[in-house]
Each structure stands twice: as C-alpha cells, then as structure tokens.
C-alpha cells in the first residue's frame, strides 16, 4: 500500500468515526471546536509546513487528499482556509504560523485591504465580505496593499476585526468584514511573496474548493449507486430501469471529469511558485459544471428521501452548490479562459494541452 493510500485510509476512518451526519448537523447549527482540536492534534491542519515550524512535511498532493475526504465527509472545519492558503501565504512571508483555525481576506477579487505604516505598527483599511468561517477562526490572515505597489502578510487576530455573521447554503459560517482602523504589530505583518498576489491567493481559493467539491461528488455518487441498488420497485432495483441507469450513467462521467481536472490541477501545484491558473481554472469550472448536474440527478434518483435532513444527501449537495460559487464561480472561470484564448496564438487547444502562459487574462474573478 502506498504512502497515500495509508493516509486517505487513516483519514476516511477517522473522519467517518467522528464526522458523521449527525456532526455535520450539529455544525450547521453552532461550531465544532472540539472536532477541530482533534484534527490539529493529528497534524492534518498544517499538513505541508516543514516539521520544525509545526507541520508534518507532507506533500501538496498529499494536504488535498486530506482536504478532498473533508469534502466526501462534509467536515465543517476550515481545514482548506487555513493549510492550504493562510499558511501558504505566511509561511512563504517568513511569518511564523500559529496553531487553530486559520481564514484570508479579501476572497472577492473586486475588492482590497490597505495597510499603511503608523509609528511601529500597520493600520489596515478597507472591507471584504463573504470571509470563509470567519466567525470561527482565531487569525484572519490578509493580503493587503501597502505604500506604492507593496503587497505585505498580515496575521490579524480575529477577535480584533468587526464582523457581520451570515452563513452560506450549506450552514457554513462566513462573515462581511471591516478591517478599518485595525492595528497589527510589525512582528505579523510581511512582504508577500513574489507569486503571492491576489489573483493567486483567489486560485488557491478555487483550488480548494475544488478539491472539495470532488470529495462531495464522489460521495453523493455512492450514495445514488448504493440507493439504486438496494431501492426496489416493481419487484426489482430500481437501477435497472433505463432512465435511473441513464442518470447513475451521468453522474459517472461527470465525476470522472472532473476528477481528471483537479487532479491534473493537483499534480501542477506546489507551494514554491505561482498558482498553475490555467489548470486550476479548467478544475474549478469542470467541478462547478458538475456540481449542478450531479446533485440535479442524484436528487431524482433518490426522490423525496434525498431532501430529508435525516438523509445525508442534502448535506453533501448542499455543500457543492455553494462552493461552486465561492473564489468565483465556473462561468468566471471559464470567462477567463476563454479571454485568454482568443489572445493566444494557438488558440485554445495550445492552451490546454501545452502551452502555459503565466497568468490568465488579468479581468479580476467575481465571487
């Protein structure tokens, strides 16, 4: 068994002893602290940060896997947020990088924090709405524009910031932040990498919830398969009549499409360099693409039971109709892909199977 494998075994079998439906529920209606405390303890949370700065030196691919059964289990723990872009973005600063669950501001590319300097401390400036578990997390890592084209780090404490609280589709907490007029001290705040910028902190974003939207697709397509097999009508499953087929038949090539976007996304990023755009934007599209039609079918296979909430269904399409549209959604993505076709010289086919240019065109993602 490889090395992988032994990991998503060891997750899956932690994440379906204690994040069950019944978790998940409960979530949606106040927290999971003590669910979060033992992820960290395990070492999932900071999976990509070298041992001696408190992570445990795994791979890329291998934080997404950890992500991708977050997905397939509908955690409610900011596990994405916090391993793969605020560490990302502090630790590629040189900051040091705290423990408990982590957020990023601004996640909406129209819009911007400032910072400048005040004595010895940085005063922030500005708002960004929709902030991913913002109610929950304890530091609010953001991407601000300092003093000329400077773009710096900063570790805000989250109990520092004013929020407005909402929640998206699935329950999942998110918050409207002001920032205006909050100090951080010298020691938090950073240049930002040279790749680090806000189209790039946005295509992590889409990334991530990219990864889990396919942990959410591949697990609502067990849950039709394993219904039409054991739902019988007329004296036989109900998968063997045509249209039920035609719909299993459906979801299956949409997963496996979009399976071979994120993977391919996954394969070309790492932490030291920029974002590959062009794959991950192809991997946010296909998953958003799917995730319309794979819970419009799964839905009709299953029938009235797929919208009780005692049925986990509901929680997992749920969960990829919101993230479909969170760090823009497959119509952004797409938008931009094919602005950056028509300026290529091979046209779209180079774009996608050879040639990568460095960034899409530059017209910022709508959220």
């Given at each position: 068994?490889?090395?992988?494998?032994?990991?998503?075994?060891?997750?899956d079998?932690?994440?379906?002893?204690?994040?069950?439906?019944?978790?998940?529920?409960?979530?949606?209606?106040?927290?999971?602290g003590?669910l979060?405390?033992a992820?960290?303890?395990?070492g999932?949370?900071?999976p990509?940060?070298?041992?001696?700065?408190?992570?445990?030196?795994?791979?890329?691919?291998?934080?997404?896997a950890?992500i991708?059964?977050?997905?397939?289990?509908?955690?409610?723990?900011?596990?994405?947020?916090?391993?793969?872009?605020a560490?990302?973005?502090?630790?590629?600063?040189?900051?040091?990088?705290?423990?408990?669950?982590?957020?990023?501001?601004?996640?909406?590319?129209?819009?911007?924090?400032?910072?400048?300097?005040?004595?010895?401390?940085?005063?922030?400036?500005?708002?960004?709405?929709?902030?991913?578990?913002?109610?929950?997390?304890?530091?609010?890592?953001?991407?601000?524009?300092?003093?000329?084209?400077?773009?710096?780090?900063?570790?805000v404490?989250?109990?520092?910031?004013?929020?407005?609280?909402?929640a998206?589709?699935?329950?999942?907490?998110?918050?409207?932040?002001?920032?205006?007029?909050?100090?951080?001290?010298?020691?938090?705040?950073?240049?930002?990498?040279?790749?680090?910028?806000?189209?790039?902190?946005?295509?992590?974003?889409?990334?991530?919830?990219?990864?889990?939207?396919?942990?959410?697709?591949?697990?609502?397509?067990?849950?039709?398969?394993?219904?039409?097999?054991d739902?019988?009508?007329?004296?036989?499953?109900?998968?063997?009549?045509?249209?039920?087929?035609?719909?299993?038949?459906?979801?299956?090539?949409?997963?496996?499409?979009?399976r071979?976007?994120?993977?391919?996304?996954?394969?070309?990023?790492?932490?030291?360099?920029?974002?590959p755009?062009?794959?991950?934007?192809?991997?946010?599209?296909?998953?958003?693409?799917?995730?319309?039609?794979?819970?419009?079918?799964?839905?009709?296979?299953?029938?009235?039971?797929?919208?009780?909430?005692?049925?986990a269904?509901?929680?997992?399409?749920?969960?990829?109709?919101?993230?479909?549209?969170?760090?823009?959604?497959?119509?952004?993505?797409?938008?931009?892909l094919?602005?950056t076709?028509?300026?290529?010289d091979?046209?779209?086919?180079?774009?996608?199977?050879?040639?990568?240019?460095?960034?899409?065109?530059r017209e910022?993602?709508?959220?």
């Amino acid at each position: 068994m490889s090395h992988r494998s032994e990991l998503e075994e060891v997750v899956d079998g932690f994440l379906t002893s204690h994040c069950g439906p019944d978790v998940v529920r409960a979530a949606e209606r106040g927290g999971a602290g003590a669910l979060w405390d033992a992820v960290e303890e395990l070492g999932w949370t900071l999976p990509t940060l070298p041992e001696a700065d408190g992570g445990s030196d795994a791979s890329f691919a291998d934080a997404c896997a950890i992500i991708r059964l977050a997905g397939r289990h509908a955690a409610p723990l900011p596990l994405g947020e916090t391993a793969l872009i605020a560490a990302w973005m502090l630790h590629t600063a040189g900051l040091p990088v705290p423990r408990g669950p982590m957020t990023i501001a601004p996640v909406r590319g129209d819009e911007s924090i400032g910072a400048r300097r005040e004595g010895e401390r940085w005063v922030l400036s500005g708002r960004a709405g929709a902030v991913p578990w913002a109610p929950e997390a304890s530091t609010i890592v953001v991407l601000a524009d300092g003093p000329g084209d400077e773009r710096l780090v900063a570790a805000v404490p989250a109990a520092s910031v004013r929020r407005a609280d909402a929640a998206n589709l699935a329950g999942e907490p998110r918050a409207d932040l002001d920032v205006t007029g909050v100090e951080v001290a010298p020691e938090a705040v950073a240049p930002a990498a040279a790749f680090v910028d806000r189209d790039a902190v946005l295509a992590r974003g889409a990334l991530v919830r990219a990864v889990l939207m396919l942990g959410a697709l591949e697990r609502i397509q067990d849950l039709t398969v394993e219904y039409a097999k054991d739902r019988r009508q007329f004296g036989r499953p109900i998968g063997r009549f045509q249209a039920v087929g035609h719909h299993v038949a459906q979801i299956a090539r949409d997963v496996a499409l979009a399976r071979a976007a994120v993977e391919s996304a996954i394969d070309a990023t790492s932490d030291d360099g920029a974002p590959p755009v062009v794959e991950i934007a192809i991997a946010k599209t296909m998953c958003g693409r799917a995730a319309g039609s794979v819970a419009k079918r799964a839905h009709q296979v299953h029938g009235a039971i797929g919208v009780t909430e005692e049925y986990a269904l509901q929680l997992l399409t749920r969960r990829v109709w919101a993230w479909r549209d969170e760090f823009g959604s497959e119509f952004d993505w797409a938008r931009r892909l094919a602005a950056t076709a028509t300026i290529t010289d091979a046209g779209m086919w180079e774009l996608i199977s050879s040639t990568r240019p460095a960034r899409l065109d530059r017209e910022p993602v709508a959220s």
